[in-house]
């Protein structure tokens, strides 16, 4: 079977199966401006002058334009959250507007929206190989998927909407990028979604007690754009603006800052409250000028606190103290 490459909605080239092309047709993926390529063509053509019997009987489809807006700008999305404590986004995208998420992050989304998975955020459509294996190789030291998946309103008018979910119960927040400096440092699994032209990168923390105990280590997400991000979080997230002062913080309740936010640790108080005093031994200390994200709940806690009052690991079974509830325990061999 005879391979092709088409390019993409972010102007990157796709290899797929000739067999495999009606299928992408029919979701809106490759439209009949499309540009394709194949061994023994001199350049790239529209798909539906090399192989117009793929488009015969069909209506003329709307062309996607892709790639990233005019000027570098993100797509202009609007997001809407539904929910409370398990929240829930929603994202509209006008025709051949695009959102980038996380693998697997999609809850539901309605017809004429195609998604394709890519190793990337897209941003920057004229980026190299290598380029493109170093923001790879960047995903892989996060402990994140390597895969972003993008989802585009391929339909010829009218918007559409596609729904996100986070992995655990917490809060999602939207956060405008242009109204921050154009960028935001957040923890490693904090991202959710965003406009189509972010750059989703890594950065690293300037010193070595921040990345030994900071609680998030030595690496940290860094969004840069000017569009919508959606970010999630455990329990409740709280935002504090600061002005020149100093905030102290549980070293795993931080989500997110600003430009102009110093990040650095420092000790829990004295040995007796460091040991004894139920906070860990170091906080981290937010100064400067911006805005900061904090979590009530972080995962790690709340993971933490389960496998402990899991009775394989140990512990009890409260709560549940009906005649029901042993005859039930008794029957499942708990």
């Known amino acids: 079977m005879k391979t092709w490459h088409y390019t993409d909605a972010a102007n990157q080239p796709v290899q797929v199966s000739e067999e495999s092309l009606p299928d992408l047709i029919r979701a809106g993926t490759i439209s009949r401006q499309t540009r394709i390529w194949s061994t023994g063509m001199a350049n ?3 798909i539906d002058q090399v192989l117009p019997q793929l488009f015969s009987g069909m209506p003329p489809a709307f062309p996607i334009q892709g790639g990233a807006p005019a000027g570098g700008r993100c797509h202009e999305i609007n997001v809407e959250i539904f929910g409370d404590d398990m929240q829930i986004v929603e994202v509209e995208l006008d025709p051949n507007e695009t959102v980038i998420a996380e693998a697997g992050a999609m809850n539901y989304m309605e017809e004429n929206i195609a998604f394709v998975t890519k190793m990337g955020d897209g941003s920057n459509p004229n980026e190299g190989f290598m380029g493109k294996l170093m923001a790879v190789g960047k995903r892989v030291l996060t402990g994140e998927s390597v895969f972003l998946t993008h989802f585009t309103n391929t339909a010829p008018s009218g918007k559409r909407r596609v729904a996100f979910a ?5 809060k999602i927040v939207e956060v405008n990028l242009a109204k921050l400096g ?18 989703v990168t890594i950065t690293f923390t300037k010193r070595l007690g921040s990345g030994f105990f900071g609680g998030e280590g030595f690496i940290l997400e860094k969004l840069k754009g000017d569009g919508i991000v959606c970010l999630h979080a455990g329990g409740t997230i709280i935002q504090r603006e600061l002005k020149g002062d100093a905030l102290l913080v549980d070293t795993g309740c931080l989500v997110a800052f600003s430009p102009g936010v110093n990040y650095d640790i420092q000790r829990a108080g004295s040995l007796k409250s460091m040991f004894f005093g139920g906070e860990g031994l170091f906080l981290a200390k937010l100064s400067g000028y911006g805005h900061v994200w904090l979590q ?3 995962f790690s806690r709340l993971a933490d606190r389960i496998i402990k009052a899991a009775p394989s690991a140990g512990g009890t079974q409260q709560g549940e103290g009906s005649v029901l509830g042993g005859i039930g325990r008794m029957l499942s061999g708990d």
């Open 44 to 46: 790239w053509m529209p």
């Open 182 to 199: 154009g960028e935001i440092t957040c923890q490693r699994d904090a991202f959710l979604c965003a406009a189509f032209g972010t750059q």
């Open 296 to 298: 009530s709940l972080p």
């Open 166 to 170: 986070a992995p655990f119960p917490g």
